[in-house]
C-alpha cells in the first residue's frame, strides 16, 4: 500500500470554498503528504461574458490565469503555514478530465482529490461529467469530497465483494482493507467492513439494451457461501465483529443504508472499468451508491491498473 506522499488536489476556479483543499489538507498533516494545487479553466470561456471586455482574447486569457494563479499561491501559502508543502498549476483547456488524466500521467500523484456537492433535500449528488470519467478512468485513487470536516475522526466503511460478483481482482478486497486500515490509524478513526449478499437488480444490460430479469432472492446454500467467503477474508484482521458487518439484499441500497447507520464519514470502493461493458458497470451500480451517499467516497483501483 502506498504512502500517499503526493497528492493532486483538483480546486475549483474562483470558488470561495475549496472543500477537495480541505480535506486533503487534513490528509497531508497526518501523512506528511505534499499537495499538488491544479486548477482547469474551460479553454471556451470568452471574453464577451465578462464587463468589461478585455481588448483581446490574449490579453482576456492572460488575465484569467493570472487570477487563477494568484488565488492558488495563497492557498500554497496557507498550506505551508500549517507545515504542509504544496505547489500548483493553472491550464486551460477541455475536457477538464482529460486535463486531470495527462496531469495524472505527468506528475505520477498517489491520489487525487475533487469536490463532490451533496444536496441533502434531494438526496442526490451533483457529479459532473468530469466525475465519472475520473471514476472510471484515473488510474489512481480518488477522493470525492462531499464534507471535508467529516474526515478527522470518521468512521470509514470499506465495501469488499470476497464472492467476486462483479469480476473485481481478489487482490481489490484486501487493498480495500488496508487502505482503511491505514486511513483509520492516520485519522484517528474506525474501521467497519461491508459484504452485501446481492439480490440481483431487476434490470439488466445485454450490450447496449436494458432488458427486464427476475429480481430472486440467493438460496440459502449461495448465502452460506457467501458467508464463508467473507469469514476467510476477515480471517486474522483486527477487527471487532461488531464492525464487520454482511447484509443480504440489493447492494446500492444496502451499501447507503448501512453508511447512514453506522454514520460513516468516508465510504471506501472498488472500481474497474475498462471495457464497454466494465464502463456500464461503474456508470450504473456505482451511480446508485455515489450520488446518494451522505458522506465522501474514496474510489479505490486495482494496483494492477496504476
Given at each position: ?177 488496508a487502505r482503511g486500515a491505514t486511513l483509520a490509524e ?121
Open positions: 500500500m502506498d504512502s500517499l506522499r503526493n497528492i493532486l488536489v483538483l480546486m475549483e476556479p474562483s470558488a470561495e470554498a475549496q472543500p477537495a483543499f480541505d480535506a486533503a489538507m487534513v490528509l497531508a498533516r497526518r501523512l506528511g503528504s505534499r499537495l499538488e494545487l491544479l486548477v482547469g479553466e474551460f479553454q471556451d470561456l470568452h471574453a464577451a461574458y465578462f464587463d468589461p471586455m478585455t481588448a483581446t482574447l490574449q490579453e482576456f486569457h492572460d488575465d484569467v490565469m493570472a487570477g487563477h494563479r494568484a488565488a492558488l499561491e495563497r492557498y500554497v501559502q496557507a498550506a505551508a503555514a500549517q507545515g504542509v508543502s504544496a505547489l500548483s498549476e493553472a491550464l486551460w483547456g477541455t475536457p477538464f478530465h482529460e486535463i486531470v488524466l495527462a496531469r495524472v500521467a505527468a506528475t505520477r500523484p498517489e491520489l487525487v482529490v475533487k469536490h463532490s456537492a451533496y444536496h441533502n433535500r434531494i438526496e442526490r449528488t451533483l457529479f459532473t461529467g468530469s466525475d465519472w470519467h475520473l471514476i472510471r478512468d484515473c488510474p489512481v485513487p480518488l477522493l470525492l469530497v462531499k464534507d471535508p470536516n467529516r474526515m478527522a475522526g470518521a468512521r470509514i466503511l470499506a465495501c469488499v465483494d470476497p464472492m467476486h460478483a462483479h469480476d473485481k481482482p481478489a487482490s481489490l478486497d484486501r487493498q480495500l482493507l492516520a485519522l484517528g478513526g474506525e474501521l467497519h467492513s461491508l459484504n452485501v449478499c446481492a439480490i440481483p437488480s431487476p434490470i439488466g444490460v445485454v450490450g447496449d439494451a436494458y432488458v427486464a430479469s427476475a429480481a430472486m432472492p440467493p438460496d440459502a446454500e449461495w448465502i452460506d457461501r457467501a458467508r464463508e467467503s467473507y469469514r476467510q477474508l476477515m480471517a486474522g484482521r483486527d477487527l471487532p465483529r461488531e464492525r464487520v458487518h454482511f447484509r443480504i439484499g440489493v447492494a446500492a441500497r444496502e451499501i447507503v443504508a448501512a453508511a447512514r447507520e453506522i454514520d460513516t464519514g468516508i465510504v471506501l470502493m472498488g472500481a474497474v472499468s475498462r471495457r464497454r461493458l466494465e464502463r456500464w458497470f461503474v456508470g450504473s451500480t456505482a451511480e446508485t451508491v455515489l450520488d446518494r451517499l451522505p458522506c465522501n467516497v474514496w474510489v479505490e483501483k486495482p494496483q494492477t491498473q496504476a
